[in-house]
């Protein structure tokens, strides 16, 4: 029997955020509420976490304001950091998620951590699933990657991003390259990442406003981004994953987890940057376990 799943939308400054809730909690066990990356992408790629409604949780969804099937006013300057954590607290009272464990994946990583360091009530752990915590370290790692590229791909990406044509079909087509390297090496991709991917290309402008025309040329407003010295200021239990092949390089990482006291880390061997697709069960099993230890000290 599937789990029960309900849909609907929160109003959230004056727009609508939409949501997709999974499952029932059982006694003992609490919601995991997942923040999908980008900025600007939809929740349609975390998808494989569904399944953690089986092991008796809540599972709850949404697409951030500007993505998917949320309200999606262009209006460039609304796209903070500010406006993003806020809409995690404005989730949580709407859907009544008081006690939770949260996880980000990719940009989700980067607002999970972001609003842990509001120190909000009820935060029973934190999942930071393949995120920086500094953009200029994000960057610096992306382009170490990029010369690993065949030298016709490095000189394309180069050309467009010198030209300002990084809007061009050769350009893209050479991202697909360092994608098909660090993002997800599982081929062909998933149903769940290409309609990710395709509504991320209908509206690019919350993207091209924080971050850029691509992962390594970063000329958004999140540029200078930086809670590196902030981590020790996370309290919460928190697990750090990553795949070894990802564009969050074990490097970046290991600042997350060197920087959380008392975190963990688990490197997915056979993975880039969607650990939780390429090794979805392995994924699954370890992210149970983490929870299902946090659950037996505080529940």
């Not at 769940?192 to 919350?206: G, K, S, Y």
């Not at 390594?216 to 020790?232: A, C, E, S």
Request: with cysteine; aromatic share 8%; net charge negative.
């Amino acid at each position: 029997m599937s789990p029960q799943t309900s849909e609907g939308y929160i109003p959230f400054r004056g727009y609508r955020t939409w949501y997709r809730s999974v499952g029932d909690c059982r006694p003992g066990r609490l919601p995991l509420l997942c923040l999908h990356g980008g900025p600007g992408a939809a929740h349609d790629y975390l998808e494989p976490l569904e399944e953690m409604a089986e092991t008796g949780r809540q599972v709850v969804f949404y697409d951030q304001l500007g993505c998917g099937r949320s309200d999606q006013p262009h209006s460039p300057s609304m796209w903070t950091v500010e406006l993003y954590v806020d809409e995690v607290g404005a989730v949580r009272q709407a859907l009544g998620l008081d006690h939770i464990h949260l996880l980000g994946q990719s940009w989700g990583g980067m607002l999970a951590m972001e609003y842990a360091l509001t120190q909000p009530a009820g935060l029973a752990s934190l999942v930071v699933a393949s995120s920086p915590a500094g953009m200029e370290q994000w960057v610096s790692e992306a382009n170490k990657l990029r010369e690993n590229l065949p030298p016709e791909v490095q000189e394309t990406l180069l050309k467009h991003e010198r030209d300002g044509t990084t809007a061009d079909p050769e350009y893209e087509k050479a991202m697909l390259v360092f994608y098909g390297r660090h993002v997800i090496r599982t081929t062909p991709w998933p149903d769940c990442v290409n309609r990710t991917f395709a509504q991320l290309a209908r509206n690019p402008e919350v993207y091209h406003t924080m971050n850029g025309p691509s992962e390594f040329f970063v000329t958004g407003t999140l540029k200078t981004w930086n809670i590196i010295p902030r981590l020790g200021e996370i309290r919460v239990p928190t697990l750090v994953t990553s795949g070894r092949h990802d564009e969050a390089t074990p490097e970046i990482a290991g600042t997350v987890h060197r920087g959380i006291p008392g975190s963990e880390w688990v490197v997915f061997e056979n993975s880039a940057h969607m650990s939780h697709v390429e090794e979805k069960q392995k994924y699954l099993d370890v992210l149970d376990g983490f929870l299902t230890r946090i659950e037996a000290r505080h529940v």
